[in-house]
């Protein structure tokens, strides 16, 4: 018999791992992510696809799932005593819940990506939900943007939800990473996945090659190096792969191994990379570590980036130890 979602944040609870209050918000969270997917699922039929006609914080065309999947994570937790307040990739700053402060003794941050992905919505490629757990620094005062800007090291949760051939969700709790697979018929998250750990070793990277020549040299020559395979200095040939939606991409390096990057770029020099520090790369990476693997910026560990902006970017290497260390050391070799 499958454990569902519940009995495993029972059974973490239990074992002190986790604080009840902490488990109703990964209750609530898995909630949504389940309405999410059935709205996912629905796509044109609902008429969610296409571009809602606006843009958001980051300069960037919303899709109209974009807009519904982050109303339906703000309505989860409006008026939560638990998450003090959210911060999204869709809103320009914080979102306090409408609790009084007081009740809000120990509570929760809350920091999601809504919709990862979504370029590729319209044509029904896996797309997900990312999110990442701070505590929140505000007992009994006002809430602040602020108290958002802590570094990935102090996530007491983190994971994402996949909308795919199947819907995943993927969590940790500082107690290793675990998988649950939605059963569509009643809304259950039943355990597929004990212990998910990433291969030290692979063969197989992930990156949007079409930057090539945009990239800084280390990042250049480790790939030169993967695409020469045998024929070069690395003992063995790689595969490719680039779906596009982080989700999908990590996913596939915590379910096989591989090595993920989205680097810095001189298409536009004054940004460190496209990925969001907050609610993409600090969730992915707390996962990524968690599974066994490594998560850099090339040359630092993510988890110890002390944020100064709560929609910063930043250049993400994860995945496979052997490679994430290969990369570093492309870095450490070239200075800039
Ligand atoms: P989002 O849809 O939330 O804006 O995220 C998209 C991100 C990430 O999911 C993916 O890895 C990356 O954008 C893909 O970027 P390119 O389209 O430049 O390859
Ligand atoms: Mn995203
Ligand atoms: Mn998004």
């Known amino acids: 018999m499958r454990q569902r979602l519940d009995e495993f944040l029972a059974a973490q609870q239990d074992r002190g791992a986790i604080s009840a209050d902490l488990a109703m ?13 059935k709205i996912v699922a629905m796509g044109g039929i609902a008429d969610g696809l296409g571009s809602a006609g606006q843009q958001n914080v980051q300069q960037e065309e919303q899709k109209k799932l974009d807009l519904i ?6 309505q989860t937790f409006a008026d939560s005593p638990i998450v003090a307040g959210v911060a999204s990739e869709e809103m320009e700053t914080i979102e306090p819940s409408s609790a009084p402060a007081k009740a809000k003794a120990d509570a929760y941050l809350l920091l999601f990506d809504p919709l990862d992905g979504s370029s590729n919505i319209d044509v029904n490629v896996s797309v997900g939900t990312i999110f990442s757990v701070l505590p929140s620094p505000a007992a009994g005062r006002v809430l602040l943007e602020a108290d958002f800007l802590q570094p990935g090291v102090n996530q007491v949760a983190a994971g994402y939800a996949v909308y795919g051939p199947q819907s995943m969700l993927v ?3 500082r107690t290793g990473v675990v998988g649950f697979t939605l059963n569509p018929d009643d809304g259950v998250w039943l355990q597929t996945h004990e ?5 030290h070793e692979t063969r197989e990277f992930a990156i ?10 280390p990042v250049r020559r480790y790939i030169e190096g993967c695409i020469a395979g045998k024929n070069g200095h690395r003992d063995k040939d790689f595969n490719m792969r680039w779906v596009a939606s982080m989700v999908a991409d990590v996913h596939r390096v915590l379910m096989r191994g591989g090595v993920f990057l989205y680097p810095w770029d001189a298409r ?17 990476a707390l996962l990524v570590e ?3 693997g490594k998560a850099t910026n090339g040359r630092h560990r993510i988890l110890e980036i002390a944020p100064g902006a709560l929609h910063e970017r930043v250049a993400v290497v994860l995945g496979s130890t052997e490679e994430v260390d290969e990369i570093s050391a492309h870095h450490e070799r070239h200075v800039d």
Do not use: F
């Open 25 to 37: 918000v990964l209750t609530q969270l898995a909630c949504a992510c389940a309405r999410i997917s």
């Open 268 to 284: 536009d020099p004054t940004r460190p990379g496209k990925l969001r520090l907050m609610y993409e790369a600090n969730p992915m």
């Open 208 to 217: 949007n090659m079409s930057n090539m020549r945009h990239w800084a040299s």
């Open 69 to 74: 999947t982050n109303e339906v994570l703000l």
């Open 171 to 173: 969590l940790t709790v």
């Open 195 to 199: 212990a998910i750990l990433i291969p």
């Open 290 to 292: 968690q599974a066994g």
